[in-house]
């Protein structure tokens, strides 16, 4: 996705299901809340997995999100665990509506939840750790993103530990595209801008050799270059992992505060 923030004037590609190379303006302070909404077979329920964020542009190279997991999957709704996360961007070739960025970023997750499925997955459901590098190419309206990365878990809190013979270890990918709809033509920061995504995200577990791909197509709006909306489905596609769900809608709403840092 692709806006201008303030009066920098620099385009910043935003994507639903994954993370792009760009941070967050420097300086600021974001709020962002999550909700996914999954169609948990094992359970037979609807389950809802909420994810409110803070996060903060440390300076234009570096930003951080402190994020809470919580869920209803086996009990009333309940807060299950939390995140650390931090993305370094340590490449970037910028070009008049155009750049090319790479960046690293790093998860340190704990919970405290049941683990019922093979699926590895510090973002919600499993304590752990991730590392991995991001590449983004930005187009003028067009942005295109993939990233790589290694993800490792241990057992979870309150005695919730993993099944005998689940995998300890992933590796996760992703393939992000998305264009810029409306406005056609920028004459206000206020027009509100309407982004068209599709993402591709797997993961392999090399010590099973389980996999999945899921295909993950949404819209975005950004509100006064300041409050975005998000809505998505995901879908997998192929896979022969047991998962939490293999489809599910994600809604989201973040706003920013600039410059109060």
Known sequence: MFMILGSSLKAQELFNYSEPASNMPAHSLGIRLTNNILDEKHLGQITHQFLPELMWGVHKNLMLHVEAIAN???????????????????????????????????????????????????????TGAELGFIATQLLHKQALSASFSYEQIGNNGAGNDIHAGNALRALNYSASTGRLILPRRY???????????????????????????????????????????????????????????????????????????
């Not at 995140?83 to 790479?102: C, G, I």
């Not at 899921?214 to 509100?223: E, K, N, T």
């Open 72 to 126: 209803n999957s086996e009990t009333p709704f309940r807060l299950a665990g939390a995140s650390v996360y931090a993305k370094y961007r340590f490449y970037s070739q910028d070009e008049v509506h155009r750049h090319f960025r790479m960046a690293a970023f790093a998860r340190a997750a704990y919970n405290q939840g049941h683990v019922h499925y093979q699926e590895i997955e510090t973002n919600g459901m499993n």
């Open 187 to 261: 004459t206000s920061y206020k027009q509100t801008n309407l982004n068209l995504m599709f993402e591709v995200l797997g993961q392999y577990q090399p010590e099973l050799g389980l996999y999945f791909v899921d295909v993950a197509p949404s819209i975005q709006f950004i509100i006064h270059s300041q409050t975005r909306i998000d809505i998505g489905f995901r879908q997998q596609m192929a896979g022969d992992m047991e998962r939490m769900a293999k489809r599910g809608l994600m809604i989201r709403l973040e706003h920013l505060l600039f410059a109060v840092l």
